[in-house]
C-alpha cells in the first residue's frame, strides 16, 4: 500500500518518563478511511501515544507520519484533530460555543485572528452537522456534557482535519449524543478521515469500530474488533484471567 494511503503510521515508537518506559517499540498501520478502537487499562499508554502522535510527548525513537507526511508537517498544516477526553475551559470563563469551534481555524488565519467567509462558513457548517447551530452563542460552560463533546468534534470539522484521535469520546455523553458521534464518526471515514478512537468503553466498539488495537504499552494486537474482543486477548491487554476477562464482556 502506498505511503499516503495510510492515515497514521507508526514504526518502533518509544516513550519515556524518566526512568520508566511508558510505551515501547509500539508499530501500527492504519489505512486511511478506516475507524479504530484503541484499548488498554489505564496506564497502558493511550493517552501517551495520542499525546505523541500530536507532538506534546518528547519520543525516544521511532516515526509517525500521517498520509505520507511527517507528523510535524501534518500538525502544522492541520491535518490532525484532537478530541480530548477532558476539554480543560475554564466553564466560568465567557467563551460562546462559536468561538470553541472557530478555533478550529486558527491555523488558516493571520495573527490578528479576524475571521474571513470560508471560517465562518466552515464553522457554521460543522455546527450544523453535529446539530448544535441553535446553540452557537450558548456559553461552553452552560452545555451538557455530550454536547460539549460534539462542540469539540465540530472544532475537528471546521478545521477539516483529515485525522481524527478521539480520547474517550462516549464518557459523561448521554444517549442521543453517543449516537450522533457514531453516525458522524462513520459519514466521515466514509469521506476518507482516519479516525482513531480510544475507549474503555467495549461494548460500544462493535458498532463502531471493525477494526480495533491492543495497547498494552505496546500493540499486543490489531485484528477486526470480533477478534480483539475475545476473553483470551483481552486477558493479556488488562492483565486478567480468561475467566475474568469473559465476565468483563458479560
Known amino acids: 500500500m502506498l505511503e499516503q ?25 492504519l489505512p486511511a478511511g478506516r475507524i479504530c478502537g484503541l484499548v488498554g487499562m489505564n496506564g497502558a499508554g493511550k493517552s501517551t501515544l ?8 518528547h519520543v525516544d525513537g521511532g516515526e509517525v507520519t500521517f498520509l505520507g507526511t511527517s507528523a510535524k508537517e501534518a500538525r502544522d498544516s492541520g491535518l490532525i484533530g484532537y478530541v480530548p477526553q477532558h476539554d480543560g475551559i475554564d466553564t466560568a470563563f465567557p467563551l460562546s460555543v462559536h468561538d470553541v469551534v472557530m478555533m478550529g481555524r486558527y491555523g488558516y488565519q493571520n495573527w490578528l485572528r479576524i475571521p474571513r467567509k470560508e471560517d465562518k462558513e466552515a464553522v457554521a457548517g460543522a455546527l450544523e452537522r453535529v446539530e448544535l447551530t441553535h446553540l452557537a452563542h450558548r456559553q ?30 462516549f464518557a459523561g455523553v448521554d444517549k442521543r449524543s453517543e449516537a450522533m458521534i457514531v453516525e458522524l464518526l462513520h459519514e466521515l471515514a466514509a469521506e476518507g478521515v482516519t479516525i482513531l478512537v480510544a475507549t474503555h468503553d467495549l461494548h460500544a466498539l462493535p458498532k463502531l469500530c471493525a477494526e480495533s488495537i491492543l495497547l498494552n504499552r505496546t500493540v499486543i494486537l490489531h485484528d477486526v474488533t470480533s477478534e480483539v474482543l475475545k476473553p483470551e486477548n483481552l486477558a493479556l491487554a488488562f492483565d486478567l484471567s480468561v475467566g475474568r476477562a469473559t465476565e468483563v464482556m458479560d
Not at 465540530?154 to 483529515?162: F, I, T
Request: hydrophobic share 50%; proline share 2%.
Open 5 to 29: 494511503n495510510y492515515g497514521i503510521k507508526v514504526k518502533d515508537l518509544n516513550v519515556s518518563y524518566g526512568a520508566v518506559r511508558a510505551l515501547h517499540d509500539v508499530n501500527l498501520r
Open 50 to 57: 495520542f499525546s505523541a502522535l500530536m507532538g506534546v510527548n
Open 140 to 169: 461552553i460552560g452552560a452545555l451538557s456534557g455530550g454536547q460539549r463533546k460534539r462542540v469539540f468534534v465540530a472544532r475537528a470539522l471546521a478545521q477539516h482535519a483529515r485525522v481524527l484521535l478521539l480520547d474517550e469520546p
